[in-house]
T-cell receptor, first 113, second 116 residues
């Protein structure tokens, strides 16, 4: 069975602080994909990143960075110099092959000005 | 580029009524997924279709049914609506084709159903 755990239910930071959102996953498959989505108050799911299981290279995109470590089954997401517009619910998700996407419970991030 | 289109975006129904949600996948995508997201919850997988056949089934209630049509659009039919069916319903599409399968599901903007 596949499972995604986001232990942090809510995080609150002051603007310009760095924040890391944790994600731990479980799967028996050797080929899988990991994702992060942002869900702002308007409700849509905004795709942030996809990483496949064979690519452990960390990635940076502007203020966003992702740390994928297969040894600890983690795929953490860091926002540098957070901004109020980063306030949203962030979901980590897992997919093996062509199976449906499995989401974590989400982490609600509040960035305070 | 064309995205996944869902309609209606908002729907208000009374208890025991019926509702139908529609989803138009990205052109040339062969697989459609339906998810239900209750207030404060994560999206839960309901059902999926590949090439017009049901491929996976999740936590879809018996009161709900879905199908994928010859043009690949999909409809989710919900009958005997209950208050607990109030949720955001997402449709997503993907391609299984070896040359275009990136593993990614492309989500629509969701249909918000309110049951009064």
């Amino acid at each position: 069975a596949q499972k995604v755990t986001q232990a942090q239910t809510e995080i609150s930071v002051v603007e310009k602080e760095d924040v890391t959102l944790d994600c731990v996953y479980e799967t028996r498959d050797t080929t899988y994909y990991l994702f992060w989505y942002k869900q702002p108050p308007s409700g849509e799911l905004v795709f942030l990143i996809r990483r496949n299981s064979f690519d452990e290279q960390n990635e940076i995109s502007g203020r966003y960075s992702w740390n994928f470590q297969k040894s600890t089954s983690s795929f953490n997401f860091t926002i540098t110099a957070s901004q109020v517009v980063d306030s949203a619910v962030y979901f980590c998700a897992l997919r093996s092959g062509n199976t449906p996407l499995v989401f974590g419970k989400g982490t609600r991030l509040s960035v305070i000005a | 580029a064309a995205g996944v289109i869902q309609s209606p975006r908002h729907l208000i129904k009374e208890k025991r009524e019926t509702a139908t949600l529609k989803c138009y996948p990205i052109p040339r995508h062969d697989t459609v997924y339906w998810y239900q997201q209750g207030p404060g919850q994560d999206p839960q997988f309901l059902i999926s279709f590949y090439e017009k056949m049901q491929s996976d089934k999740g936590s879809i209630p018996d009161r709900f049914s879905a199908q994928q049509f010859s043009d690949y659009h999909s409809e989710l039919n919900m009958s005997s609506l209950e208050l607990g069916d109030s949720a955001l319903y997402f449709c997503a599409s993907s391609s299984h084709h070896a040359g275009t399968n990136t593993g990614e599901l492309f989500f629509g903007e969701g249909s918000r159903l309110t049951v009064l």
